[in-house]
């Protein structure tokens, strides 16, 4: 449902059920976003809700899906946007590339056979290995990893960000990555 009030506020008529639904949507994509880069947050402080209505349309109106893969779309549209300040930023850079990674390992439907991922941000030069539980309960870990330009994690610039994922329980092994 494209909500009017979701995407102009405006509009709003605050005893609709419609309102009700659409603000209850944005505040629910608000702490999906920034519980998890609270840097941001910060930086932001009363623009954060403008901010990511925004973003939000951006996303509908493209029809982009709000998946594990949201937080670099943020970074994507932050730098579309002119808002340099925050897309160049590094520490909101890596806790994006963390919150995707955590993401992907908490859904266990989407790429069922995979372990492990690693997410690359080729522009600050920052990795994140993520490895999913093998047993439930168990929690999934979070590696910050370090890579050479030329290595293999490095080597491909054509991609501002990529992930590559592994089958394989005791190691890294990348069949090969894809861009994000």
């Given at each position: 449902?494209?909500?009017?009030?979701l995407l102009n506020p405006s509009l709003s008529k605050s005893n609709s059920n419609e309102f009700f639904?659409?603000?209850?949507?944005?505040?629910?994509?608000?702490?999906?976003?920034?519980?998890?880069?609270?840097?941001?947050?910060?930086?932001?402080?009363?623009?954060?809700?403008?901010?990511?209505?925004?973003?939000?349309?951006?996303?509908?109106?493209?029809?982009?899906?709000?998946?594990?893969?949201?937080?670099?779309?943020?970074?994507?549209?932050?730098?579309?946007?002119?808002?340099?300040?925050?897309?160049?930023?590094?520490?909101?850079?890596?806790?994006?590339?963390?919150?995707?990674?955590?993401?992907?390992?908490?859904?266990?439907?989407?790429?069922?056979?995979?372990?492990r991922m690693i997410i690359v941000d080729n522009i600050s030069n920052q990795a994140i290995g993520v490895?999913?539980?093998?047993?439930?309960?168990?929690?999934?870990r979070l590696i910050k990893m370090g890579f050479e330009k030329n290595s293999e994690i490095g080597s491909?610039?054509?991609?501002?960000?990529?992930?590559?994922?592994?089958?394989?329980?005791?190691?890294?092994?990348?069949?090969?990555?894809?861009?994000?």
């Amino acid at each position: 449902m494209k909500s009017r009030y979701l995407l102009n506020p405006s509009l709003s008529k605050s005893n609709s059920n419609e309102f009700f639904i659409a603000h209850f949507a944005m505040r629910l994509n608000w702490h999906k976003i920034y519980d998890h880069v609270p840097t941001l947050e910060q930086n932001l402080s009363n623009e954060s809700s403008d901010i990511l209505r925004k973003f939000v349309q951006y996303c509908v109106e493209r029809n982009i899906p709000l998946n594990w893969q949201k937080h670099i779309m943020l970074l994507y549209w932050m730098k579309n946007n002119h808002l340099n300040a925050y897309y160049n930023n590094s520490i909101i850079r890596f806790e994006c590339l963390k919150a995707c990674a955590a993401a992907w390992a908490a859904n266990m439907y989407i790429d069922l056979n995979a372990i492990r991922m690693i997410i690359v941000d080729n522009i600050s030069n920052q990795a994140i290995g993520v490895i999913r539980p093998i047993h439930f309960p168990d929690n999934y870990r979070l590696i910050k990893m370090g890579f050479e330009k030329n290595s293999e994690i490095g080597s491909d610039n054509n991609y501002e960000f990529k992930y590559g994922i592994s089958i394989k329980n005791n190691n890294w092994e990348i069949q090969n990555w894809k861009q994000i």
